[in-house]
């Protein structure tokens, strides 16, 4: 999450491939500057968690949760400290890849099988279409109005409940004094067999990522690290945890946090005047979940100034919340492109030109779901 040579000069380098940049996506942008005060969709809730937790026991004391993840574990952390909080609630949380969480959601609305209560998804886009077929329930948790204007549907339709960025991170142990510090150094030939990288045509914001380097270095570099002998695995996971445990020096396309102490056996690089991308993950209540009130349990709980604060990687959602010494609001980093990955998640046609032309170069996704395969009602 150095000083950088000329894009223009790197681009103009790489733009010689038959297939242009421009071509395949949006350009980034910067994200805007200054949040804005929550406008319409009701006032914010009013009654303390306590109060929300007695009333959603009394509704039945049930919450099932679908949530974007790589793994089956992935949301023990978020499971267990709401359970210590919260323990007589009921608590399901399914973790799986968002592009298929959502499909599943959309056919159990064909079907009338709707099982989840709450969804939190990567794919932006969904939360946009739910919200115009009127799917969501519009609800402003206490804190609403201090949520970053870009997390946030102004009606209450959805909120995002954490910032999370991507971008690389290496292995001091294993880099020693040859420290990878831009995307540029990734294409060294002595990093050759080194490196780890989730699939970018397997995971949207990895893909994202991917698009932010292709338009800013070119084709040149994209070939140059395919030449690379990158170890590609399925799961946003899977970079960080090759490079912990030191099968590789260095890892792209995962999640990482600027604030982690010195002693992490990974660094992640969000390099000054390079790209790297970051958004915020989106939640909603679905307007026909069974345990509304325990749904909104979880956001308010969510969007509390605690569990802000406690996030993984300092970046809180709530501008209200100052992020450890050394780390700015990530809305404050301007080559973070948080404002761009909702454009790029939307144009579902240029997704997928991306998705197969990454494919040329790096060969097809291969392996199953880190997930596991779930089916289409888990949690039931």
């Not at 038959?18 to 910067?30: E, S």
């Not at 909080?85 to 064909?110: E, G």
């Not at 067999?193 to 070119?218: C, E, N, R």
């Not at 070939?223 to 945890?241: I, M, T």
């Amino acid at each position: 999450m150095s000083s950088f040579p000329s894009r223009r000069h790197v681009l103009a380098t790489g733009a010689g491939a038959a297939l242009g940049v421009g071509a395949l996506g949006v350009a980034a942008t910067p994200a805007s500057a200054s949040p804005v005060r929550s406008r319409g969709g009701g006032p914010e809730e009013t009654r303390t968690l306590d109060e929300l937790y007695r009333a959603a026991l009394a509704e039945g004391g049930k919450l099932v949760i679908y949530a974007g993840g790589d793994t089956p574990t992935q949301q023990d952390g978020t499971r267990a400290a709401f359970k210590n909080r919260f323990p007589d609630i009921d608590l399901t949380l399914i973790v799986d890849y968002s592009k298929y969480h959502d499909v599943r959601v959309d056919n159990q609305f064909a079907t009338g099988t709707l099982v989840p209560d709450v969804v939190q998804f990567q794919t932006l886009q969904d939360f946009t279409r739910w919200n115009e077929q009127g799917r969501l329930l519009r609800y402003k948790p206490a804190g609403f109005s201090k949520v970053y204007d870009a997390f946030k549907e102004p009606q209450g339709a959805w909120v995002a409940i954490a910032a999370i960025a991507f971008s690389f991170m290496y292995g001091p142990a294993a880099v020693g004094s040859d420290v990878p510090r831009t995307p540029l150094d990734l294409v060294d030939p002595k990093w050759k067999g080194k490196i780890a990288s989730s699939y970018p045509h397997d995971d949207d914001a990895v893909l994202y990522l991917y698009s932010l380097y292709a338009q800013t270095y070119g084709w040149e570099w994209v070939a140059k690290l395919a030449a690379q002998d990158v170890r590609f695995a399925r799961g946003s996971n899977s970079p960080g945890e090759a490079v912990t445990a030191g099968q590789k020096a260095i890892g792209v396309g995962g999640s990482g946090s600027l604030a982690a102490p010195a002693s992490s056996p990974t660094r992640f690089v969000v390099p000054d005047g390079h790209p790297f991308m970051s958004w915020g993950q989106r939640a909603a209540i679905l307007k026909q979940a069974a345990n509304r009130t325990a749904a909104q349990l979880y956001l308010n709980w969510q969007l509390s100034a605690g569990q802000q604060q406690a996030s993984f990687n300092g970046w809180s959602v709530r501008t209200d919340v100052t992020p450890p010494a050394g780390v700015k609001p990530i809305w404050e980093y301007a080559n973070g492109n948080l404002d761009g990955f909702p454009r790029f998640m939307a144009d579902r046609a240029a997704v997928e030109r991306w998705k197969q032309t990454f494919a040329l170069y790096f060969g097809e996704v291969k392996g199953d779901p880190t997930p596991g395969w779930l089916g289409l009602h888990p949690g039931a």
